[in-house]
């Protein structure tokens, strides 16, 4: 979307562009010298000699683009080329930069700045300013080009250089795109030249640096400015106050709140097809024996205007047992419908009439339950069958929602929202996942006073929330199917609508005594609840453990002392025994500060009892557990995390941690993910991969957070009696240690409008992989012993969600079931085949092979067929290939090629006998083609390897309940 060029902007911008040093610093102040001689008017802190003060480019750079511009196909190179909604939200940051900051009064109309990244905004700042001027300083060191490794600026540059090529399929190296940062700038400078013409000026530092007077003094000839008065003489320069919050604030609203959950979910209508048939079908064929004399009322939030197909009275009315419902309806809709069971007539609706309304529906109905639906709801043909079972089979239940997705007009569904198995309070405040349909039980609706609304869709969304307050944690029961499919983007631009939503969120957080401000969220329905710092801050003990993390550590510190809006700041930094002059003179420096400590630990590595020593050490009321290797991205960071930790109910809050590439480092711990003991979710997965699912746009409860960045309550540190340092040293202290908050009935919550970088386990350096093993899987061992039940099944999980990604894409997991019996598509070959080695440079882990690439980019875009047959086609070129045979074997699985996807498995196994996916998923196949010895001595490899797999143990004891193989069986090796 082009931001078009206002009148109020500046006329002829002039921007600076070259790496630090004396050279660019004397260039920037010669010109703005001159500039203010010549009524050219700069904010210091844009034009200054310091770098030490970011102009807005190189503060965006800095801060935030490193960690967002990672996409699913790959990086990108310029702000055009992020995600949309991004992309927008950066121009309007960069725009108010320029309203606030660099808008100047002079004749000359003229501003200036000096940065180091400014070529990342290139393609935009052209667009914008026509007239600007760009002066370039051309350096053939990549580093000082690039520091930070940051990326450049035209469509199709990426980062690698010469050392980065990979061989081909036919074994010649291609050239990078980019073979150096040298080059990337040089061809910046065309494009520059291309589009600006005369008003683009190139320099070499080396030139510059040999005669920087001459050099200077031919830039301002061009550029139309006399010769600057002596440095001595009185610079007559006028300078605007360098007040930056409102600069500040517009990063945090734009870069922090989180993109929009509208990416869609791959293979939906594969899911569909294969799986939730299937599956709805034996929920209702386990619930034969409900009780179908339990009273139910349906009540609409308004009554349908027409008989079209979205229609909830319509989808009922044709399902078994529909006959024994009472339909509510006011006396003016009643003869609209043909309905086969009782009819009771309530004048007025819910949004209108509120608790009146709810009064008279009770004392006129004897229903035990009542059903209330959307009126443009569409249903599953199973809907009744569905709840009635899980009414029958819990009798504690008193309030019922299922998961719901996207109708579409042409019949397609999209989008579904996978819920959270376990209640959660913060995401259902945030956004609307009561959307379709919920049924509460008559004892809780008696309890209910809601207010009038004119929009239906709200009402009925207070109605629940209410409803839910009263509720037991136990008697919330999610359906985990997908059982009403409602419109695409119902009322989103409807302002009406936002306003209801906010009145009623407003209203929520008054009734439960939450103090927090609602602030802009996802979209325009979804709102940021915002704790705000109470006045006086309370102190918050940051603890930073190291060994010898120099550079690493001073970023950290800096990030702490100079990038934080927190004023009420103890830091303990523990030093575990470091030996690198570098680091010990940065902690050395600390001594003279009062509002740090230093604490020697001189002991063998053992991050429970680093942090139980510095606790112990800890003046403040909170302690946050901070990483050495943490950059901080942005300054309201941590007002964040402690105004959630200040709520009664919460133990503990964590926060998005993204690697320096832009992917996920941690989003929340899920139990079981992967099939290991725990695992972060959207581990190494792209940022923009978390808008598949709304709920990992809101601060929402997780079973776990990471140490590296978590912030509690010094009182609840001690309430669980810290980190268990006898037997978690290292893996799993964080993970025991949310448990037993969890235990405590306090919320484990994590928040995206927390976002860090973190160079995860930089400092801690190599160790020997075979002990590193040992001892993790001790570890893992002692946790999944000592909480057992709650490692078997996560909470916050949904059973439609697979746990062996990350990324939580659609459970396909070894259905049994062939996709089709179309032959297979190969429409997309041969583009996914040109594709593939732009694929294979940005996945080093994999197989440098174009069929596998190919079957990789098939797979993302839901032809299973076809990434069966591309992967085939890999391993036959390189048999050897682990890889390749596990994924063979997991996409003819997804096919149904039950057989077939057995041999890759256990081709797989011959080449890593140690892996123990292989050893898994053989035996689940095993067990579904009726293998039972197979499958158990396959089982029971996994358990030697991994003892407390939960999806082993579970498939052992549907097989031989108490049996525990610990051999493999040589035959079927």
């Known amino acids: 979307m082009k931001t078009p060029v206002t009148e109020n902007d500046p006329i002829s911008p002039i921007f600076i562009v070259g790496p630090e040093g004396a050279q660019t610093e004397f260039l920037i102040n ?85 940065c180091h990244r400014l070529l990342f905004f290139l393609p935009f700042l052209v667009e914008r300013y026509p007239n600007m001027i760009l002066v370039q300083l051309l350096c053939d060191d990549p580093d ?17 250089r010469d050392d980065d090529r990979r061989p081909d399929a036919d074994g010649a190296n291609d050239p990078a795109p980019a073979q150096s940062w040298a080059q990337a700038h040089a061809e910046a400078a065309a494009f520059a030249r291309a589009t600006l013409g005369l008003r683009h000026h190139v320099f070499r530092m080396d030139e510059l640096s040999a005669n920087p007077d001459a050099c200077s003094s031919r830039l301002l000839d061009a550029l139309g400015l006399p010769e600057p008065p002596a440095p001595d003489q009185t610079d007559k320069t006028t300078h605007r106050p360098t007040e930056w919050s409102e600069f500040d604030a517009a990063l945090e609203r734009a870069l922090v709140r989180p993109l929009a959950a509208d990416e869609p979910i791959a ?181 209910l006073e809601i207010s009038a609304s004119d929009v239906a869709e709200a009402a ?81 003990s940051v603890i930073v453990p190291t060994r010898d993390g120099g550079a690493l550590l001073a970023q950290c510190l800096n990030g702490l002392q100079f990038g934080t809006d927190y004023e009420a700041l103890e830091i303990i930094v523990v030093d575990n025994g470091s030996r690198d002059p570098g680091t010990l003179s940065i902690i050395g420096g600390l001594a003279d500060d009062p509002s740090c400590l230093v604490i020697r630990h001189d002991q063998p590595f053992n991050f429970s009892e680093i942090m139980n020593l510095a606790v112990s050490h800890a003046t403040g009321s909170l302690i946050c557990m901070l990483n050495d290797d943490i950059c901080v991205l942005h300054s309201g960071w941590l007002k964040e995390m402690v105004g959630l930790a200040l709520r009664p109910d919460v133990g503990i809050v964590g926060a998005l941690l993204l690697f320096e590439n832009g992917t996920v480092q941690h989003a929340g711990v899920t139990l079981g993910l992967l099939g290991h003991v725990a695992g972060h979710d959207f581990h190494y997965e792209a940022e923009t991969r978390m808008r598949r699912h709304q709920r990992f746009g809101q601060v929402h409860q997780t079973s776990a957070v990471t140490a590296a960045c978590a912030v509690l309550r010094r009182q609840t540190y001690d309430l669980v009696g810290g980190m268990d340092a006898e037997h978690l040293a290292v893996n799993y202290n964080d993970l025991d240690l949310c448990l037993k908050i969890g235990a405590q009935g306090l919320k484990v919550l994590w928040t995206p409008y927390a976002r860090l970088l973190h160079a995860e386990s930089a400092t801690r350096g190599k160790e020997n992989l075979s002990q590193k093993m040992t001892r993790s899987n001790a570890e893992g061992g002692f946790i999944a012993s000592k909480w057992a039940p709650q490692t078997k099944g996560d909470p916050f999980g949904n059973r439609n969600l697979s746990l062996e990604t990350t990324a939580f894409e659609l459970s396909f997991i070894l259905s049994g079931r062939p996709t089709s019996d179309q032959p297979h598509h190969y429409l997309d070959r041969e583009q996914l085949l040109v594709d593939a080695k732009e694929i294979a440079r940005t996945a080093g882990i994999l197989p440098d092979v174009l069929a596998f690439h190919a079957a990789k980019a098939a797979h993302h ?57 292989p050893w898994l998923y053989r035996g689940l196949l095993a067990e579904l083609l009726g293998r039972v010895d197979e499958a158990i001595d396959m089982l029971s490899v996994t358990l030697r390897h991994d003892p407390f797999n939960p999806r082993a143990l579970a498939a052992l004891e549907r097989l031989s309940p108490g049996r525990m193989k610990a051999e493999p069986a040589p035959d079927h090796r």
């Open 861 to 917: 875009l839901g032809l299973d067929d076809l990434a069966a047959s591309l992967t085939l086609e890999a391993v036959v070129q390189v048999p050897e290939a682990y890889t390749a045979n596990l994924v063979a074997g997991s996409c003819l699985a997804k096919i149904g090629d039950l057989q077939r996807a057995y041999t890759f498995y256990r081709n797989a196994n011959l080449i890593s006998p140690q892996a123990i996916r």
């Open 30 to 114: 010669r010109l703005h010298r001159a500039g203010s001689w010549g009524s050219t008017q700069s904010d210091p802190i844009f034009s200054a000699h310091s770098f030490d003060k970011p102009n807005p480019f190189d503060k965006l750079c800095d801060r935030f683009l490193p960690a967002l511009l990672e996409q699913n196909a790959g990086p990108a190179d310029t702000v055009n080329d992020v995600d949309p909604e991004l992309g927008q939200r950066l121009r309007e940051a960069i725009v108010l930069a320029t309203a606030a900051h660099l808008r100047s009064a002079s004749p000359a109309g003229r501003w200036m700045v000096g």
């Open 267 to 447: 293979l939906y209508q594969t899911w569909i097809d294969r799986i939730e048939l299937s599956s709805q079908a034996r929920t209702v064929e386990n619930g034969m024996a409900q009780n179908a004399e339990i009273e139910m009322a349906v009540v609409l939030s308004q009554m349908p205007d027409s008989t079209g197909p979205r229609n909830p009275i319509l989808s009922l009315a044709k399902q078994p047992g529909s006959d024994t419902l009472t339909l509510v309806s006011d006396s003016a809709d009643t003869k609209k419908w043909t309905w086969p069971g009782r009819v009771v007539e309530i004048e007025g609706s819910l949004s209108g009439s509120s608790t009146e309304w709810i009064s008279r529906l009770v004392s006129e109905t004897d229903a035990e339950w009542y059903l209330f639906f959307e009126a443009n709801a569409d249903l599953s043909d199973t809907f009744l069958s569905i709840v009635r079972a899980v009414v029958d089979r819990n009798p504690q239940a008193v309030f019922l929602h299922s998961d719901f997705d996207e109708l579409h007009p042409n019949g397609e569904r999209r989008n579904p929202v996978m819920k959270p198995s376990a209640w959660d309070d913060d995401l259902h405040l945030q956004c609307n996942q009561l959307r379709g349909w919920f049924a509460v039980k008559r004892a809780l609706i008696d309890q």
């Open 460 to 540: 009925l969304y207070e109605l629940g929330l209410m409803a839910s307050e009263r509720a037991e944690p136990d008697a919330i029961i999610h359906v985990p199917h997908v059982l009403a499919h409602l419109p695409p983007k119902w009322s989103s631009d409807d302002e009406r609508v936002s306003q209801a939503y906010e009145a009623v969120r407003r209203r929520a957080l008054a009734r439960r005594g939450w103090h927090a401000e609602l602030e802009a969220g996802a979209s325009r329905l979804i709102h940021h609840m915002k704790f705000p710092v109470p006045v006086p801050m309370p102190k918050v």
């Open 144 to 160: 000082a080009l690039a520091p930070a490794g940051l990326l450049t600026g035209l469509p199709g540059w990426r980062q690698e």
